[in-house]
């Protein structure tokens, strides 16, 4: 079993950043990502990167926004949230997959390690 932990998130305004950040306690898979979930509605997926860092997904409400990294010696992967919109408040979940992202995609039940998620509001 792989702990999840995530951190970095917190209250801002709209324009503003945050920096959220995941450790994996051991080995995570082939694919790590970032999801949310706002009040009301479903969880959606964010962002995802493959071990290494060669490749990453965005959804098109962040892209050209937010920015997903990893940092293997740490184990450690990191969502940077630039210019951020009230309609980004949500609780983020870090998760991984032992499958490759071209395979996981967005699908909540391809992932096997979920952290408890760190919240994120943005107001205007």
């Known amino acids: 079993q792989v702990n999840v932990v995530e951190s970095g998130g917190g209250s801002v305004q709209a324009g503003g950043s945050l920096r959220l950040s995941c450790e994996f306690s051991?080995?995570?898979?082939?694919?790590m990502g970032w999801f949310r979930q706002a009040p009301g509605q479903e969880r959606e997926g964010v962002a995802r990167?493959?071990?290494?860092?060669?490749?990453?997904f965005y959804i098109d409400a962040v892209k050209g926004r937010f920015t997903i990294s990893q940092d293997m010696a740490k184990n450690t992967v990191t969502l940077v949230m630039n210019s951020l919109k009230p309609e980004d408040t949500a609780m983020y979940y870090c998760?991984?997959?032992?499958?490759?992202?071209?395979?996981?995609?967005?699908?909540?039940?391809?992932?096997?390690?979920w952290g408890q998620g760190t919240q994120v509001t943005v107001s205007s």
């Open positions: 990167i493959t071990y290494g860092g060669a490749d990453t």
């Open positions: 051991g080995y995570a898979g082939a694919c």
């Open positions: 998760a991984s997959s032992l499958r490759p992202c071209v395979f996981v995609e967005w699908r909540e039940d391809n992932y096997n390690y």
